[in-house]
């Protein structure tokens, strides 16, 4: 069972952290989908220690969400540990994240999330500061490596247990990939057998099968599921019911349960950031709770000229109701 101090999972799957996506209304979602443990979005710093408003906002935790982590980002040790202890005191989150996985240029030009995998002393460092900061467990996430000369992800994870690091969750990528490619499962095997503390793989896993193979061929204590998830948090629940019984569940929710549970995903999101900014950040997840359906490329086209949330839940429901109807032909 996937353990991180004395915060035990009610099982090994977890939600990742994902920007844009992994706020309180998805990660409320994913928990009742049957999650172990979500991870928030991740969260800069220096914004955290400017107060900045819309950084604090994202701090937020509903107490139906844990056990959850909180990630932060940055490239700078005081910062880092500064931001840490805000986290500490003044958040209700279980467990603190220090990201050093995020690939995008704007991140990383600024000595942060994938530029870390570089540089395995300065990972001890930062972990360090961190850790000395706070009284809750602290963990990271990380890419196996910047490139494929520079896969220093063994290292990395030792300098993370050896600063107090309280776990890693370790993408099967290296920075240079992205999202393109295969996710390298030995080398979460490799991080596995190095270190004593939980290691959570990530990468590739797109089925519950999947999720059983990276268990059992790599050893990890905990199984990341991130896109896999977009528009169809059932695998969370598809998933944990394999896990415990070993027996997949056959039935795929019908297009209105999915519009139901998107309706639910957009009312909560509009509670957290009110209807302009939630019925345009929901657009997105609109697509991928159509994605499969027929004639769903058309309703997303429609639901992009949509701003308010009864137009959206109104286009959406009777377009399944649509796709219910019997044949006439």
Known sequence: MLKIRDIEMNNPVVLAPMAGVSNPAFRLIA??????LVCAEMVSDKAILHENEKSMRMLYVDERE???SLQIFGGDKETMAGAAEVVDQHTNADIIDINMGCPVPKITKCDAGAKWLLDPDKIYQMVK???????KPVTVKMRMGWDDEHILAVENAQA???AGGEGVA????TRVQMYEGVANWEILKEVKDSVNIPVIGNGDVATPQDARAMLDTTGVD???IGRAALGDPWMFYRTVQYLETGKLVEEEPTPKEKMDVCIVHMDRLIELKGEDVAVREMRKHVAWYLKGMHGGSKVRGR?????TRDEVAETLYNFVG???APSMA
Not at 31 to 36: D, P, V
Not at 170 to 173: A, I, L, N, P, Q
Not at 303 to 307: G, I, R
């Open 170 to 173: 370790v993408h099967g990528r």
């Open 222 to 224: 905990g199984v990341m």
């Open 160 to 162: 993370i247990e050896a």
């Open 31 to 36: 928990k009742e989908f049957g999650a172990g």
């Open 129 to 135: 500061a961190a850790v000395n900061a706070v009284d």
């Open 66 to 68: 844990k056990p959850l």
């Open 322 to 324: 649509s796709t219910e």
């Open 303 to 307: 639901v992009n000229e949509l701003n």
